[in-house]
């Protein structure tokens, strides 16, 4: 099974624990990890590395920084958030699929039904985690067709050899300069603006659950409540975006529970 990562040195302890709960819960026998990166010294590759068995191999793929000359640059988010859109571009033109997971993530049941999945003719599997109204104030934001969802891009199951013959770096620096004081998740809106008519959506329930997704969705009126041990027996992969993370001070959620057992 082939994973991908993007990080920086300060992402090294949360790609451990994501890649521990991916051993003990992602049901393959094998994996490969390859991890996109500027900036990681020999010295952090090889301490990774020494966490992990054979079941597991690290490819660390340093980019150049000069493929980004001319991308626009932002207050919060560092240069790697463009390292996930140009994947496709930068990982060995042999490989044909693969499971993009931001390090904030944790598996908690089997990857396989994920990645061995039919894309349907579609570039990209993906969650939303946006409603009706907000997911069309960000079509008109990012100017997306009406029929765009609002992709979350912590989880990307991608169909590289599709995606190479839609992604262009150009058409990404253009839109990130054009666009740049209407962006506010740049990866994502990036992702939806140009990518997001080629995506087939997944239940974020079940890939893409963060503590926030849960609680809206017990909120909603007529919806089966999900608690924990729903969460346990169903849910495959738990994402804690946004700023309320059970690693930071304050954090309120239930969630945290399946971080602590990796971290």
Not at 24 to 32: E, H, I, P, S
Not at 152 to 163: F, P, Q, T
Not at 179 to 207: E, F, H, N, W
Request: charged share 20%.
């Amino acid at each position: 099974m082939n994973l991908l990562f993007s990080i920086t040195p300060s992402f090294v302890p949360l790609l451990g624990s994501c890649l521990r709960s991916i051993l003990k819960n992602g049901g393959a026998d094998r994996y490969t990890a390859y991890i996109l990166h500027s900036g990681l010294s020999p010295a952090a590759c090889r301490t990774l590395e020494a966490q992990f068995g054979p079941r597991l191999e690290l490819r660390f793929l340093p980019v150049d920084e000069r493929l980004f000359d001319g991308f626009p640059e932002f207050k919060r988010y560092p240069r790697q958030i463009y390292y996930r859109l140009a994947a496709p571009l930068l990982l060995p033109p042999e490989l044909d699929r693969i499971l993009y997971l931001d390090v904030d993530t944790v598996v908690i049941n089997p990857l396989g039904p994920l990645y061995n999945a039919s894309f349907d003719g579609a570039c990209f599997m993906a969650c939303t985690n946006t409603r009706k109204l907000l997911t069309r104030v960000n079509q008109l934001r990012l100017g997306a067709g009406e029929g765009v969802p609002y992709i979350n891009s912590g989880v990307l199951m991608m169909d590289l050899a599709a995606l190479r013959r839609v992604v262009s770096m150009e058409q990404i620096r253009r839109y990130a300069n054009e666009m740049y004081d209407r962006l506010v998740l740049p990866d994502q809106d990036i992702l939806t603006a140009l990518y997001g008519d080629r995506v087939k959506l997944l239940d974020s329930l079940v890939y893409n659950l963060s503590d926030r997704t849960l609680r809206l969705y017990n909120a909603t009126p007529g919806n089966e409540k999900r608690d924990l041990d729903w969460v346990r027996r169903h849910t495959v992969i738990v994402h804690y975006f946004g700023r309320n993370k059970p690693w930071k001070a304050h954090y309120h959620g239930v969630l945290g529970t399946f971080y602590y057992e990796f971290a």
